[in-house]
């Protein structure tokens, strides 16, 4: 079976500073992709950053990278300069194949400016 | 880049009707589309995986015969959900995979349909 943790149902920055959001997941599988999702209040979903499991350097995408811990099973998602526009909820997301794709509870960002 | 589309976006309807949504895939055609259900604030809850030309594989617990998916074309999967009651009132959200170079896939994401059964 494939789970995914997130330990923080809301989580608060200021605008312009760093905030950096958890996750942890558990899977038998030795290939496989994180993700990381961003929802904003109007449903859509939008992919902010992927990691192979197989490779070992951390993703970037801009603002954002992550911390993969593959032994720890840990997959945090850092996001730097933090913007009005980042304020969503956020899903951590575990895939074999990238397919059959397991949600974490998701982790609600608010920006204050 | 890959857009998914899905019709409605918000529909209500009688207890007791069938509702069906539609997913397209609109610039690619998709190996395999999903279907995920989201209660509000609640996470996305995998329901079924589709394949063009054969039939869905429901997650446990999934009713099958309630939850009726067809998936006719690489571009278009259709999910019917019969005999509706208040309590499928939900946000069902649709994705379509696609496979890039060096063989792995991407899941792109419908922008959901609010469904209120009455």
């Known amino acids: 079976a494939q789970t995914v943790t997130q330990s923080q149902p809301e989580m608060s920055v200021q605008e312009a500073e760093t905030v950096t959001l958890s996750c942890t997941y558990d899977?038998?599988?030795?290939?496989?992709?994180l993700f990381w999702y961003k929802q904003p209040p109007s449903r859509q979903m939008i992919l902010v950053i992927r990691?192979?499991?197989?490779?070992?350097q951390n993703a970037t995408e801009n603002r954002f990278s992550v911390n993969f811990q593959k032994a720890a099973k840990s997959f945090s998602l850092k996001i730097s300069d933090s913007q009005l526009g980042d304020a969503a909820m956020y899903f951590c997301?575990?895939?074999?194949?990238?397919?059959?794709?397991?949600f974490g509870a998701g982790t609600r960002l608010t920006v204050k400016p | 880049g890959a857009v998914v589309s899905q019709h409605p976006s918000w529909v209500i309807c009688k207890s007791g009707t069938s509702v069906k949504i539609e997913c397209r895939s609109l610039?690619?055609?998709?190996?395999?589309m999903f279907w995920y259900r989201q209660f509000p604030k609640q996470s996305l809850m995998l329901m079924a995986t589709?394949?063009?030309?054969?039939?869905?594989?429901?997650e446990q617990g999934v009713e099958k015969d309630k939850f009726l998916i067809n998936h006719a074309s690489l571009t278009l999967s259709t999910l019917t959900v019969t005999s509706a009651h208040p309590e499928d009132s939900s946000f069902y959200i649709c994705?379509?995979?696609?496979?890039?170079?060096?063989?792995?896939?991407?899941?792109?994401f419908g922008p959901g349909t609010r469904l209120t059964v009455l």
């Open positions: 899977t038998s599988e030795s290939d496989y992709y």
């Open positions: 990691q192979e499991a197989y490779k070992q």
């Open positions: 610039d690619f055609q998709a190996t395999t």
């Open positions: 997301a575990l895939a074999r194949y990238n397919n059959d794709m397991r």
């Open positions: 994705s379509a995979s696609i496979r890039t170079s060096g063989g792995t896939d991407t899941q792109y």
């Open positions: 589709s394949n063009e030309g054969s039939k869905a594989t429901y």
